[in-house]
């Protein structure tokens, strides 16, 4: 395993990090379990989860999961431990966004569904544009003061967001964001824009997810329970059946797949920390460690980007002169 630091900080994380949404919905506990006992002893220290992960079943479950695992035996400490705040967890109009009210109350309920006194990193699963900055770094400070937060990351934020989140951390003394969690893959590269132009000026971890769009560029489309299997992703794959079909081209004269290509293709970015995978099963999840023995050159990065293009590099020079 290859370890990296999360972002300015001094801890670190694989290069890989393994991603829970799937545990209690599409991947049952004791399966759930296995999965995180390899992925230990891989060694990958890298765990992302949000609070409401599980829906659709129960929101909050996939920590219970995690909480059940930690508490088998002494594993608390040998993972950099990640999850999220900001989705409708109950009823009532408070129990969402990112006031103060909310944050305090999220924290204090992940806390216990994932049986321990700490969240190594806290993210923010989306901008809070009703909530001023001072009030979300208030509540933020006070959870790190308390010991139950290391590290304050961000999720689904604009270069916008991020730059004010950190002038305010700035001002307030504070470390502010080390990381963001953003959609990024061969597929969505909008971000090339503006959001790691930002999270390289502020020496922020940036940590993708669905690095496969849900599992479309790992190649061939096939019936199954798993998200590959959704109608919406077989139709992703009949609308963009020609870049799949270059691509797989492109990967069986590399002899590679085209799931370790594309995670290979992310893990080549300098400023990508980490791409989480989200293994429905142990073969997805031993089949990722291939994506870090694999060099692109120059001459494939360019194949790529003629299959897939970004957006034309960062702003304003992508779309002005």
């Given at each position: 395993?290859?370890?990296?630091?999360?972002?300015?900080?001094?801890?670190?994380?694989?290069?890989?990090?393994?991603?829970?949404?799937?545990?209690?919905?599409?991947?049952?506990?004791?399966?759930?379990?296995?999965?995180?006992?390899?992925?230990?002893?891989?060694?990958?220290?890298?765990?992302?989860?949000?609070?409401?992960?599980?829906?659709?079943?129960k929101?909050?479950?996939?920590?219970?999961?995690?909480?059940?695992?930690?508490?088998?035996?002494?594993?608390?400490?040998?993972?950099?431990?990640?999850?999220k705040?900001?989705?409708?967890?109950?009823?009532g109009?408070?129990?969402?966004?990112?006031?103060?009210?909310?944050?305090?109350?999220?924290?204090?309920?992940?806390?216990?569904?994932?049986k321990?006194d700490?969240?190594?990193?806290?993210?923010?699963?989306?901008?809070?544009?009703?909530?001023?900055?001072?009030?979300?770094?208030?509540a933020?400070?006070?959870?790190?003061?308390?010991g139950?937060?290391?590290?304050?990351?961000?999720?689904?934020?604009?270069?916008?967001?991020?730059?004010?989140?950190?002038?305010?951390?700035?001002?307030?003394?504070?470390?502010?964001?080390?990381?963001?969690?953003?959609?990024?893959?061969?597929?969505?590269?909008?971000?090339?824009?503006?959001?790691?132009?930002?999270?390289?000026?502020?020496?922020?971890?940036?940590?993708?997810?669905?690095?496969?769009?849900?599992?479309?560029?790992?190649?061939?489309?096939?019936?199954?329970?798993?998200?590959?299997?959704?109608?919406?992703?077989?139709?992703?794959?009949?609308?963009k059946?020609?870049?799949?079909e270059?691509?797989?081209?492109?990967?069986?004269?590399?002899?590679?797949?085209?799931?370790?290509v594309?995670?290979?293709?992310?893990?080549?970015?300098?400023?990508?920390?980490?791409?989480?995978?989200?293994?429905?099963?142990?073969?997805?999840?031993?089949?990722?460690?291939?994506?870090?023995?694999?060099?692109?050159?120059?001459?494939?990065?360019?194949?790529?980007?003629?299959?897939?293009?970004?957006?034309?590099?960062?702003?304003?020079?992508?779309?002005?002169?």
């Open positions: 395993m290859e370890y990296t630091s999360l972002g300015r900080t001094g801890v670190k994380v694989s290069r890989l990090c393994l991603g829970t949404m799937n545990f209690g919905t599409q991947t049952e506990e004791k399966q759930s379990f296995e999965i995180m006992d390899k992925a230990l002893e891989l060694g990958i220290n890298f765990f992302d989860s949000a609070d409401v992960y599980g829906w659709g079943v929101k909050g479950l996939t920590e219970e999961i995690i909480g059940r695992w930690l508490a088998q035996g002494n594993r608390r400490d040998q993972i950099v431990l990640a999850t705040v900001h989705g409708q967890m109950k009823d109009i408070n129990d969402r966004g990112l006031s103060a009210y909310h944050i305090k109350r999220a924290c204090e309920d992940s806390l216990k569904r994932l321990t700490h969240i190594d990193l806290y993210q923010m699963h989306h901008v809070e544009r009703t909530t001023p900055w001072e009030e979300i770094w208030q933020m400070e006070q959870l790190v003061q308390e139950k937060v290391t590290y304050i990351g961000s999720s689904n934020f604009a270069a916008l967001h991020i730059a004010q989140a950190q002038c305010e951390a700035k001002n307030r003394h504070f470390l502010g964001l080390t990381s963001e969690q953003s959609l990024y893959n061969l597929f969505n590269r909008m971000i090339e824009l503006e959001v790691i132009p930002a999270c390289r000026e502020y020496n922020m971890a940036l940590i993708p997810w669905s690095p496969l769009s849900s599992g479309v560029l790992a190649g061939k489309a096939e019936k199954n329970t798993g998200r590959r299997g959704q109608d919406q992703n077989q139709e992703a794959f009949k609308s059946s020609r870049q799949l270059d691509f797989t081209i492109l990967c069986d004269d590399l002899k590679e797949s085209p799931a370790d594309a995670l290979a293709w992310l893990l080549h970015n300098p400023v990508v920390t980490a791409p989480i995978i989200g293994p429905r099963t142990m073969e997805q999840l031993t089949g990722s460690l291939r994506a870090l023995e694999i060099q692109l050159d120059d001459e494939t990065l360019k194949k790529i980007d003629a299959i897939f293009p970004g957006p034309g590099g960062e702003a304003p020079e992508a779309y002005a002169w």
